[in-house]
């Protein structure tokens, strides 16, 4: 590819195949809509000013949003292009890739990308460091292998409190474990590059992969008890009984003719649940519908929120307070089961955006979002807000901006609670998020979904397939899971002992005790008159199934080896099955 200039007044980009596509065009005027062919979107003129570069030259700027999703703004300044996005990485076929981050000509320096070194402009071209390593262990001596490229200069971490600045470090590791160890290597014109692998030193993880079925994609999973649980799969809820083992699609009613989208699901015991979500026939038509159980997911009913923004994330306080947060509406409240919603706003001084909750009481709430407008000043789009009320109406609002993007939130009560997102982030507070205390961090990765089992013990699930624990209130967060997996969503705990990880397809179950790993499933025995458990003596849960089309009666009757009875139930219809 390579770049020319059609016309005065317009950039565009064409192949050897003579296909030219047109990237900006600099005589637009406010209101005028602009059509990009790949990836195929729609941008909108918003306004035109003018900027000053660093040489002194003033150049038009037009700033543009994209019409299907207006937190996507950008800024055209003429005769660079798009300065948020710059050129198109360039891979050298080595590994590496090229970066657009400065422009230069016969009278100097014109314009810096974001924080960079002006003498990146001396070479036309600067190398970007490519960070790569591998390892061998010998009795937690481990060797590191550096196989990076345009790397002039190297940090390790390695996971333990240990650092080094060698090239190929050899590091002694006091136990075994699974490290999370990190490489950052950068030359003398270019930035840090950074890669975390996971070190796995003998290291047994109490985490296990549970197999789903082919047509089982795992999402957003929900456990209320060790056996009993719910997860969300291409836009429809399953439910297992059997921790995970099988799975039963739910029927939810279809009361629109388009596509639905599953957003989230919320369910209090064992009976009552909600599920949000919503139709769409196009980008200009949403359709949002709320569904409510008290039957354990047999029977779903239809209830009707007062919005017509997609709804996102939902929870559940208790039989009568539920909630759902709704696109630029922050959210919508029931106080009565569902039957009435109200929809309910934080009051800022700009334009924002709240995207989950937190309920301690009816009255006791905390939510994370962020800010939208990107002409704010002196705030930056995606600053990250918290928000609390203690009355259910009046919020306070607080702006973090060297906080990332938020995902999740959990509070033990109105004061300790944790945050995670986006560069790794975990962070906690003791004063009811006033101030936060940056627990843990890596960029390479983003956390999703966090829970506390009391003011101790912690989980937190990412990218990548992260599953940290902590013991001790956040202060030391221990990888779980050395392998390589895609990344988990949701991670819940129906005891201390028993949990579930789930997301990107993948599914682990958590157990701490050994009877709890695997349990033993009988389908089907129909007519036959006895059948034998192993092993013996079995797990501490063994499920027992079977088809009972003509609702007859059955007796069921279990013993030991010795012929002692321990359980007898007389006519067993289907009710018990």
Not at 217 to 222: D, K
Not at 223 to 244: C, D, H, Q, R, V
Not at 376 to 401: R, S
Not at 519 to 531: D, G, T
Request: aromatic fraction near 14%; hydrophobic fraction near 35%; glycine fraction near 6%.
């Amino acid at each position: 590819l390579h770049l020319s200039i059609r016309r005065q007044r317009q950039m565009c980009i064409r192949d050897s195949c003579n296909y030219e596509q047109l990237l900006y065009d600099f005589d637009l005027n406010v209101g005028d809509i602009f059509q990009v062919t790949n990836p195929p979107l729609t941008l909108n003129v918003d306004s035109i000013t003018q900027v000053t570069l660093l040489n002194g030259d003033s150049r038009q700027s037009i700033w543009l949003h994209n019409t299907n999703s207006p937190n996507d703004v950008r800024q055209w300044i003429e005769g660079l292009g798009d300065v948020n996005l710059g050129l198109t990485y360039t891979s050298d076929w080595e590994g590496g890739y090229e970066e657009f981050i400065c422009a230069k000509d016969s009278t100097g320096l014109l314009w810096l990308a974001n924080n960079n070194n002006n003498t990146f402009c001396d070479s036309l071209t600067c190398k970007i460091s490519v960070p790569d390593f591998s390892y061998q262990n010998n009795n937690q001596v481990v060797t590191f292998d550096n196989v990076s490229i345009y790397a002039e200069n190297w940090s390790w971490d390695f996971g333990d409190g240990s650092f080094s600045t060698e090239e190929n470090p050899i590091h002694t590791y006091n136990s075994v474990g699974c490290y999370e160890v990190s490489l950052t290597t950068n030359n003398n014109c270019s930035e840090e590059k950074l890669i975390c692998k996971k070190v796995s030193l003998d290291f047994e993880s109490p985490w296990t992969e549970i197999n789903l079925v082919d047509s089982l994609n795992a999402g957003r999973s929900s456990f209320l008890t060790p056996e009993i649980g719910w997860m969300s799969s291409n836009n429809s809820l399953f439910k297992t009984i059997n921790a995970g083992v099988n799975w039963e699609e739910q029927i939810l009613p279809h009361p629109s003719p388009y596509a639905h989208h599953l957003s989230s699901f919320a369910f209090l015991n064992e009976s009552i649940g909600i599920v949000v979500a919503w139709y769409s026939n196009g980008p200009n038509f949403i359709d949002p519908k709320l569904f409510k159980t008290i039957d354990g997911g047999l029977t779903w009913e239809e209830h009707h929120p007062t919005t017509a923004s997609t709804l996102l994330n939902t929870g559940i306080l208790n039989e009568n307070f539920m909630w759902t947060t709704a696109q630029y509406r922050d959210f919508i409240v029931s106080s009565d089961g569902g039957n009435t919603w109200t929809e309910k706003n934080i009051q800022t001084s700009f334009p924002s955006e709240f995207k989950d909750f937190h309920a301690i009481t009816e009255d006791t709430i905390f939510a994370i979002g962020h800010i939208v407008d990107f002409a704010q000043p002196p705030l930056v789009p995606w600053t990250t807000l918290i928000a609390k009320t203690y009355d259910g109406e009046n919020w306070e609002v607080f702006d973090f901006p060297d906080i990332p993007l938020l995902y999740d939130l959990f509070f033990l009560n109105a004061d300790e609670g944790w945050i995670v997102g986006q560069e790794g982030t975990i962070a906690h507070t003791t004063d009811g998020g006033v101030s936060w205390e940056i627990q843990y961090s890596n960029p390479k990765f983003s956390f999703y979904n966090i829970v506390f089992l009391d003011d101790l013990t912690g989980w937190v699930v990412g990218s990548g397939g992260r599953i940290l624990h902590t013991i001790d209130g956040g202060q030391n967060w221990i990888p779980q899971l050395c392998e390589d997996t895609k990344g988990f969503y949701s991670i819940s705990f129906p005891t201390s002992e028993v949990g579930f990880a789930s997301g990107q397809g993948e599914f682990y179950k958590y157990c701490a005790l050994p009877s709890c790993e695997t349990s033993s499933i009988f389908e089907n025995p129909k007519s036959v008159a006895s059948l034998s458990f192993q092993p013996n003596p079995f797990n501490d849960f063994t499920f027992l199934k079977f088809d009972n089309p003509n609702n007859e009666s059955h007796q069921f009757v279990l013993t030991d080896i010795s012929g002692r009875v321990l359980l007898e139930i007389k006519n067993l219809s289907l009710i018990h099955i």
